[in-house]
């Protein structure tokens, strides 16, 4: 008991990824560190030198660093095993920290349009901002398109959809910066005003990025499937596994930066359990070894339930060898190998006869077929005569 629970407590904390884990916890600390400087930076730098723009990245560059502490979180907990509780794993954290990431800038967005709005309405009002802001909105310029590099290569190489999300995050600020560093050259050539429209500009944004964000994770959220493309080339890796006849009822929904696979596909009817099992898990394994997925559930069909008649309506076992022993008149025979196909809203039966009575099978069989004629339940009837008994 003491081994197990050890056992537990150790995969509670372990990542499922451990590289990809490690990654993004380097490069997320990377970026904390470099924002927090340009917040100070940025927002000192503004408020002394009358630069609303500048101030405005800099509460860009706040975002980027209250984010990545967000992104920190969800790493850790979205990189645990599955667990009792949560069976599929805990990727999806990942994605409602996109979410609340996408809401959080799209807010700060339409805050900084709002207020540099606000400030053009009095024209009189606004001030010359001093070239030590040029310098700050240049640094902070080359500083963030150097994460984004940094980080994207990073959320490439262990696929990341979060990281990848936080490195265009960066982008969107080098693009930001770029706007401040010539709403501030315009100041400095005399056109005030440019200070306060390159704020606002900064505001929409972020706030188109906030925005994106959001109805990308929450797109996921409520189950979307994976792109067109994607699901075609998985529905072809189906249809190659061998033994796979046929395929319907393909769904996928996303998890992160993986997917779910449910799939029906069609067998041959007649084939054993054992062997539409292991169909089933050559199709499995072959999706997961040449898709970016998760897990992969596979319904085995002996037809195509989506054309042939229900068979649910049907008798169980027990009550259908009563009814073949009433219909044969000897109740001995069914207690024989029986096997019993449920196909198109009705049933095939294969009935294997003992050794000592093969010289009835011709009899028997002529009998099967009227009755396969007259009852509506039973399709077929064949009598095999190269069996013993069970």
Not at 52 to 64: E, F, K, R, V
Request: aromatic residues 6%; contains cysteine; negative net charge.
């Amino acid at each position: 008991m003491k081994n197990h629970t050890t056992h537990t407590d150790k995969t509670a904390f372990e990542p499922a990824n451990p590289e990809r884990y490690a990654a993004a916890q380097k490069s997320t600390w990377v970026s904390i560190y470099v924002n927090l400087i340009l917040t100070l930076l940025q927002v000192a730098g503004g408020f002394v030198s009358h630069s609303q723009a500048l101030m405005a990245d800099g509460l860009h560059s706040l975002s980027d660093l209250l984010s990545d502490v967000l992104v920190l979180y969800a790493n850790r907990h979205g990189n645990r095993h599955a667990d009792a509780k949560h069976p599929y794993g805990h990727a999806r954290v990942e994605t409602a920290a996109t979410l609340i990431l996408g809401a959080f800038l799209a807010a700060l967005g339409v805050g900084l349009l709002v207020a540099a709005a606000i400030r053009l309405q009095h024209p009189v009002a606004l001030q010359s901002v001093n070239s030590f802001a040029l310098a700050i909105a240049l640094l902070a310029l080359f500083a963030k398109e150097g994460m984004f590099r940094y980080m994207l290569a990073i959320a490439l190489r262990v696929r990341s959809q979060m990281l990848v999300a936080n490195a265009w995050h960066a982008r969107s600020d080098a693009a930001s910066s770029l706007v401040v560093v010539v709403g501030i050259i315009g100041n400095l050539l005399g056109y005030t005003f440019l200070d306060l429209v390159a704020a606002a500009v900064v505001g929409v944004m972020i706030a188109h990025m906030g925005g994106k964000l959001a109805l990308e994770a929450l797109s996921e959220l409520i189950d979307t499937g994976l792109d067109a493309e994607e699901v075609e080339a998985i529905k072809q890796t189906l249809l190659n596994t061998h033994g796979v006849v046929g395929l319907h009822d393909l769904r996928t929904r996303k998890m992160a930066d993986n997917a779910l696979v449910d799939a029906h596909i069609l067998v041959d009817p007649k084939i054993s359990v054992s062997e539409g099992h292991y169909i089933a898990e050559s199709a499995r394994m072959a999706v997961l070894n040449n898709h970016h997925v998760m897990d992969v559930m596979v319904h085995i069909d002996p037809e195509d339930d989506m054309q042939a008649k229900h068979n649910n309506k049907l008798p169980s076992r027990p009550a259908l060898l009563a009814q073949l022993a009433a219909r044969l008149g000897d109740k001995h025979l069914v207690s024989n190998r029986v096997v019993f196909h449920y196909l198109d809203g009705r049933v095939d039966v294969e009935l294997y006869l003992p050794i000592d009575i093969y010289e009835q099978a011709d009899a028997l069989q002529a009998r099967c077929n009227e009755i396969a004629v007259d009852d509506s339940l039973f399709r077929v009837i064949h009598i095999h005569r190269n069996h013993a008994q069970k």
